[in-house]
T-cell receptor
Framework: GAVVSQHPSRVICKSGTSVKIECRSL??????MFWYRQFPKQSLMLMAT?????????EQGVEKDKFLINHASLTLSTLTVTSAHPEDSSFYIC?????????????FGNGTRLTVT | SQKIEQNSEALNIQEGKTATLTCNYT??????LQWYRQDPGRGPVFLLL?????KEKRKERLKVTFDTTLKQSLFHITASQPADSATYLC???????????FGKGTTLSVSS
């Protein structure tokens, strides 16, 4: 149980275009989901906390107008990288835990490898 | 702000030996600490969680210790196998108590 599905797994786009990444909790409800970014040989860096029915909370230094988050339902959060540039190329990973299970482990999607050319 | 350090970027050991990975943290007193495994190109997978009032936790060949005085956790894999080769991440809850913050990870290579 507790599966998080992320789509697409890989995407290549041209500089200046926008890319949408979907994160779904398949067998549980998640009012809150988390978006991370990981550069090669670096740690996972928390970008933002996605909240169903309200605005996302962004970490310091993350541009909210560039990384648009929409938490449309209790099982779906999307991250849109707008006007992507080569420096946005990275591994984006979402995660969630079932509602009510505070302080429990996070379940992660398999990530999206974004390459901006 | 919170800081997590995993001292070794890479650890190479022979099959059958015990791998010991270290995680140190500063500027925080977490209620719990977690360890995850990450394979290349994949998301992290949860392994073990240990709470501040627990000294040690075991699961099959895995063992985690948590020393809140030293602000350190040790992660052991006994009788290591080539299939254990991966990057192991230490994680703490953030100060809001919602998300996790991660160390850089230690990449373990087990040779046969």
């Amino acid at each position: 149980g507790a599966v998080v599905s992320q789509h697409p797994s890989r995407v290549i786009c041209k500089s200046g275009t926008s890319v949408k990444i979907e994160c779904r909790s398949l067998d549980f409800q998640a009012t809150t989901m988390f978006w991370y970014r990981q550069f090669p040989k670096q740690s996972l860096m928390l970008m933002a906390t996605s909240n169903e029915g309200s605005k996302a909370t962004y970490e310091q230094g993350v541009e909210k107008d560039k990384f648009l988050i929409n938490h449309a339902s209790l099982t779906l959060s999307t991250l849109t990288v707008t006007s992507a540039h080569p420096e946005d190329s990275s591994f984006y990973i979402c995660s969630a835990r079932p509602d009510g299970q505070y302080n429990s482990p996070l379940h992660f999607g398999n990530g999206t490898r974004l390459t901006v050319t | 702000s919170q800081k997590i350090e995993q001292n070794s970027e890479a650890l190479n050991i022979q099959e059958g030996k015990t791998a010991t990975l270290t995680c140190n943290y500063t500027n925080y007193s977490p209620a719990y600490l977690q360890w995850y495994r990450q394979d290349p190109g994949r998301g992290p997978v949860f392994l073990l969680l240990i709470r501040e009032n627990e000294k040690e936790k075991r699961k099959e060949r895995l063992k985690v210790t948590f020393d809140t005085t030293l602000k350190q956790s040790l992660f052991h894999i006994t009788a290591s196998q080539p299939a254990d080769s991966a990057t192991y991440l230490c994680a703490l809850d953030n100060q809001a108590g919602t998300a996790l913050i991660f160390g850089k990870g230690t990449t373990l290579s087990v040779s046969s």
